[in-house]
């Protein structure tokens, strides 16, 4: 049925669920999971997952922006939906009737939702997010508890949440727990002066794994759950799977003579006759300009240079020592294919770049198509996948 697409991405939901489950084994059952679908659900369809997941019974969503927030909404998706980054107060309004959630990094932005929610006669839901080290959002953490009591006096608010996050919690054990108790100070704090809140939350992937004293009442991991891990470190301890697989074919096979260059600026002479295939993926699909000359694929179960400059929108192999590799042939960008595999890691590896951004970075034109028992889900119609990735 997938045979018209050259190009497309496998998303295995089993594999998702297998990892929540495994995420689950980590954590009490009574503690909650707001899973983090920013960025298309790192690549994989925000819409699709977030489905899947509250059908598997995660509790809150996460994204980053408005607009991710908004699509959700707009394909039916009830669960609660947190913004993390933080928004404009242009965007107050929109978030409101979206009801989304949004996060508070200074008094100023908690004083204009409330303002934004008296307009328009609704309630803000508020998690505060407090800086204790990552360096990039969140209230300053000496100043955190007095700003918070101004906070809650405002109204038309509900301060639903409160969080920290970290940037080290794969590397840095000392400054990491030092995080988790100043984050713990806070809370005592706030609880003394008769403040709860009813979602605590710090555990990214990294700190599910290794801080289950960050866990509080809710984790909100995104990486582990697509079944890839924050670092090369972590891979003993869960038994994640990679839920995404990225595959093309060939649109050529052409002879090309020793001497012969492949590709923008000449950088592949052919040192001998050789085979070259020509699969219909480049960066414009999110095959990263970087792996030129560098990188490899998966062909007939073996791995197989790529040979001159990644384009727009093709990429040349070597396929050289093939018997009659032939057009529509399957190549694995990354993924497995027979014994062999190509992990986001191993890319990242060659690239120079991160698990998280060789997900991230498929772009919309690749169709994603969802698989369940290895096979395609029916409950999705091709039209509605084609839909859903022009978002
Ligand atoms: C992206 C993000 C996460 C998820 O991080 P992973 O390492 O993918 O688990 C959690 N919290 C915040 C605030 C984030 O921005």
């Not at 909404?73 to 309004?93: A, F, M, Q």
């Not at 809370?187 to 002066?193: I, Q």
């Not at 490899?296 to 400059?309: D, E, P, Q």
């Amino acid at each position: 049925m997938m045979d018209r697409y050259p190009t497309l991405v496998e998303v295995d939901l089993d594999a998702f669920k297998w990892n929540l489950e495994r995420i689950r084994d980590l954590i009490p059952p009574e503690t909650k999971i707001l899973l983090v679908v920013k960025a298309d659900a790192y690549g994989h369809g925000a819409v699709r997952i977030s489905r899947f997941a509250s059908e598997c019974g995660v509790d809150m969503l996460g994204v980053a922006t408005l607009d991710e927030g908004r699509e959700l909404r707009n394909d039916g998706i009830s669960l609660p939906i947190l913004i993390l980054s933080p928004v404009l107060t242009e965007e107050l309004e929109e978030v409101l009737q979206n009801d989304l959630a949004v996060t508070a990094s200074t008094f100023d932005f908690a004083a204009a939702a409330s303002r934004a929610a008296v307009r328009i006669g609704t309630e803000c839901s508020l998690h505060i997010e407090i800086d204790t080290g990552m360096g990039r959002a969140g209230l300053p953490r000496d100043s955190a508890v007095e700003i918070i009591q101004r906070v809650k006096d405002l109204p038309g608010l509900k301060l639903d949440g409160i969080y920290t996050h970290f940037p080290a919690s794969d590397s840095d054990i000392d400054f990491t727990l030092d995080q988790i108790s100043f984050f713990t100070g806070i809370l005592e704090d706030l609880r003394k002066a008769g403040l709860l809140f009813q979602f605590i939350h710090c555990a990214n992937s990294a700190a599910v794994i290794n801080f289950p004293s960050s866990h509080f009442n809710m984790i909100r991991p995104g990486l582990l759950a697509y079944g890839h891990c924050p670092s090369i470190d972590l891979k003993d301890r869960i038994e994640v799977v990679p839920v995404m697989s990225f595959k093309s074919k060939l649109i050529l096979v052409r002879e090309v003579p020793a001497g012969a260059s492949v590709s923008y600026g000449r950088t592949f002479i052919a040192p001998e006759d050789m085979t070259v295939g020509v699969i219909a993926a480049g960066y414009g699909h999110g095959v990263s300009h970087r792996l030129s000359n560098k990188g490899r694929v998966l062909f007939r179960g073996r791995k197989v240079s790529i040979i001159g400059r990644v384009t727009m929108d093709m990429t040349m192999i070597d396929l050289t020592d093939f018997d009659r590799p032939e057009v529509g042939e399957e190549v694995v960008i990354f993924g497995r294919q027979g014994e062999e595999e190509i992990s986001a890691d191993h890319i990242a590896h060659w690239d120079g770049s991160l698990n998280y951004e060789v997900l991230c970075r498929i772009s919309k034109r690749v169709v994603r198509v969802y698989l369940r028992s290895g096979k395609i889900d029916s409950t999705k119609s091709l039209l509605g996948i084609h839909e859903m990735t022009q978002g």
